[in-house]
């Protein structure tokens, strides 16, 4: 049987890392920036949502 060679952890992270060149503080934070916009629209949209059923039931019926 053909023998594998076992890298450590800490060898095996450094090659993985070493395939990607870093990223600027500025990419990194535009990132960031980028994920909160697109939770911040979802929530913005969840709360429309639940506006909208508030007053919905809110509303009183009205009297024929």
Do not use: F, W, Y
């Amino acid at each position: 049987m053909a023998e594998t060679s076992k890298l450590s952890v800490e060898k095996a992270l450094e090659k993985l890392r070493g395939s990607e060149p870093p990223k600027s503080r500025i990419a990194q934070l535009e990132e960031k920036i980028e994920v909160l916009d697109e939770e911040t629209k979802r929530l913005r949209a969840a709360r429309r949502r639940l506006e909208g059923h508030q007053r919905r039931s809110a509303k009183p019926n009205k009297p024929d």
